[in-house]
């Protein structure tokens, strides 16, 4: 079964996954649903909380997710990258820069390479709940981290 992942013309921010609608706050620049989930962030507004009735933790010090819901978060030895969630094991491509898999599910990404398309889950029928799930959360930590060291760069350059 392939998944289409859309995308919206001007921003280039992810629409959706599949039948899964993705909302927008009013600037633009947060994700509010998920499908029917609600998506909160914590009172900063920095970090993704809550998906539908799903808690998120994060590490103290270093902002790794650690848990989602009662699925555990395992990174790399020096937490360079997420190696898995819950049950879901990550693979990257050759060079380690893109997720390539989340258990089951094969992403595969546009001609550039910068940006997921779509997703083949072996089978018919459709998504399954956690896989949607820890198909947004990758995508979206994958999205903060890139956007955190392009503003790292600015700050570097000024």
Known sequence: MD???TYDMLGGRLRGIGNAAITYDRLGNR????GSWTLDYDQL???LRVVGAVNITYSRWANLP??????SCEHSRFASRLERIG???LRYDHLGNRVRAIGPL????????????RVRLPGEGA????LLLALFL?????EEREAAAARRGELLRA
Do not use: A, K
Not at 31 to 34: I, K, N, Q, V, Y
Not at 108 to 114: E, I, P, T, W
Not at 127 to 130: G, I, K, R, T, Y
């Open 45 to 47: 507004g920095s970090r």
């Open 31 to 34: 994700p509010r649903t998920l």
């Open 138 to 142: 990758v995508l979206y930590w994958e």
């Open 3 to 5: 998944v289409e992942l």
């Open 106 to 117: 094969e992403i595969f990404y546009d001609r550039l390479g910068s940006r997921p398309i």
């Open 66 to 71: 650690r848990s989602v819901g009662q699925w």
């Open 87 to 89: 049950p879901h094991e």
């Open 127 to 130: 998504l399954p709940d956690d």
